[in-house]
């Protein structure tokens, strides 16, 4: 388990490597295609210099060629992907703990097991980089937002089609079309009638893959506490001066986050937000 764990961490800190890549290049309209490249000198990296995390260590966080300072997005964005690959691989084939809807009653089913666990870092890698460039640039990109969609579509729908004894039916596919849709009335209504001011059309058409990623009921999770840390986080900002009120506030950054959140926790979560309001279990 713990040598695992290791390989997946490491897996998955290539893989943020790769997100980085499309971090970086996709709301520039770059090519994601090519060798990469120092962003300040230009000169083009080594495979050396490309090693996840362990580049960034050996060279202080500088680059080889011109000494200047490489972002910490890059060896952040590389460990984060890390760790979430580690616990998903953690989550999906061990159950010691309590598994999430979306994860439940997997144990020992092979390729069940395996499509789930793809599935699982396949929504963690759309939701870092949703995360990371909506919190810089204030954008959900078309060009990430569509193709993700599509393919976590029909990943639910190849879930489906494995025979299991714990669901039935297309329940993941439906389930995942009509929390889509929930949330993209309810998202499309604030829209309207705030006139884009309290969430932006991103948010609306990001709808679809919350709903697909984290079906009903717990999408309540992940929209109810997008909202709650959000305000917090808002408040904090206020009161610290460094927003004014009329300051926009990436509302995608929460909204992945919390997702993530759900996909781990969401039955507790769930459970926990029941007690608050006392129809406890
Ligand atoms: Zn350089």
Request: with cysteine; glycine share 8%.
């Amino acid at each position: 388990m713990g040598i695992a764990l290791i390989l997946f961490f490491i897996f998955g800190t290539i893989i943020g490597s790769f997100l980085n890549v499309l971090i970086f290049r996709l709301p520039q309209e770059e090519s994601i295609n090519g060798r990469s490249y120092c962003r300040s000198c230009n000169h083009k990296l080594d495979i050396g210099d490309l090693v996840p995390v362990f580049s960034f260590l050996v060279l202080k966080g500088r680059c080889r060629y011109c000494q200047e300072r490489v972002s910490w997005q890059y060896v952040v964005v590389e460990v984060i992907t890390g760790l979430l690959f580690a616990m998903a691989y953690y989550m999906v084939f061990k159950s010691f703990v309590d598994l999430p809807f979306a994860l439940s009653g997997l144990a020992g089913m092979g390729w069940l097991q395996i499509v789930i666990f793809l599935r699982t870092i396949f929504i963690i890698s759309v939701l870092v980089v949703v995360f990371t460039i909506d919190l810089k640039h204030f954008l959900i990109l078309d060009r990430v937002l569509y193709p993700a969609t599509a393919i976590l579509f029909l990943l639910n729908l190849l879930v489906d089609l494995i025979p299991n004894p714990s669901w039935s039916g297309l329940s993941l596919t439906v389930m995942g079309l009509l929390s889509g849709l929930g949330v993209f009335l309810f998202f499309g209504s604030i829209y309207y009638f705030s006139k884009g001011r309290w969430l932006g059309f991103g948010d609306v058409k990001f709808s679809w893959f919350l709903g697909l990623a984290v079906p009903f009921p717990l999408i309540f999770v992940n929209i109810f506490s997008a909202f709650m840390v959000g305000a917090v986080v808002g408040t904090i900002l206020l009161i610290m001066k460094t927003r004014k009120l009329t300051s926009k506030i990436a509302f995608g950054t929460f909204l992945s986050i919390t997702c993530v959140a759900t996909i781990f926790f969401g039955d507790q979560i769930l459970n926990w937000y029941l007690h608050l309001i006392g129809i406890s279990t």
